[in-house]
């Protein structure tokens, strides 16, 4: 029961606030797996992932059964710091299928801006949008005419770990998101969902649940996913921090606050996994071409 009692205790207050609590706990009571799942997801949100990676080997050193949670986040953690290179145009994302004009343009838009070239990256992101298809469904029973995400960096994309990689999702290929109800910490920085391809695949996924950035945000309600800020940028973009926010023709929602969205996407022939692994990698390829 003391796990239960200590799951109500961080969940209802601010957990940020009990961290030098827990840590005196944790060295009173070293091997309480439980605390150490607490303090890993603690680093998470504050974007300390190294830290957050230690506590997962000591939790997998403390129980042998925790490793199906300890393998998913530890590549969760590895994915973070591949999405922070790909928002600062290091580097190009995963995209799951043959990367259509308009998503290669998103893409490269944020290399734009890398190199200081705020209104090129805003015309690159405009012909974009435009360019993007519409995708019509219903949002946990609300139609919409389309649907993409606030912050113009994404717009009809959704970000995405998936089998322990960072993916950029095109909303047109999918015909399905399921998201969890959110239930531990960890939820807050990555939300447990289920992705419902055009070729009828299921993949279970983690979507980020923050903007990218949010960890390092002064405001722990940002940090925390309990708000939304947005931020205007040279050449008249606005960036997101805190929690994602998704959009449609009828009204803006928080991403935590969706449960399912079903999408008019017809299903497609599905493609062996052999060959379904050839094409995610020469899309890879090709953004990063």
Partial sequence: MASIDLAMQFSSADPLAHFDDLRKMIQKQPQRSDLRIFLFQIYCVQGEWMKAATQLDVLLELDASSKPMV???????????????????????????????WLALLIEALRVDAEGRPEAASELRAKALEAAPATSGKLDDVAFAWLADAD????????????????WVPISRLTRIEIDKPADLRDFVWAPATLTLENGAVNVALIPT??????????????????????????GAWHGVGQRVLTTDQS?????????????????ESPSSDEADAEASDSAAQANG
Wanted: net charge negative; glycine share 6%.
């Fill in 210 to 235: 923050r903007y990218p950035g949010s960890e390092r945000e002064s405001d722990a309600a940002l940090r925390l996913s309990r708000a939304t800020d947005w931020r205007e940028q040279p050449g």
């Fill in 71 to 101: 393998d998913t986040y530890r590549e969760a953690l590895r994915c973070e710091a591949l999405r922070r290179e790909v928002f600062d145009g290091k580097r190009s994302p995963l995209v799951l299928g043959q990367p259509d004009d």
């Fill in 252 to 268: 803006e929602v928080a991403l935590l606050d969706v449960r399912v969205i079903a999408f008019d996407t017809p299903l497609v």
């Fill in 152 to 167: 113009a960096r994404l717009g009809p994309v959704v970000e995405a770990i998936i089998n322990g990689k960072y993916y």
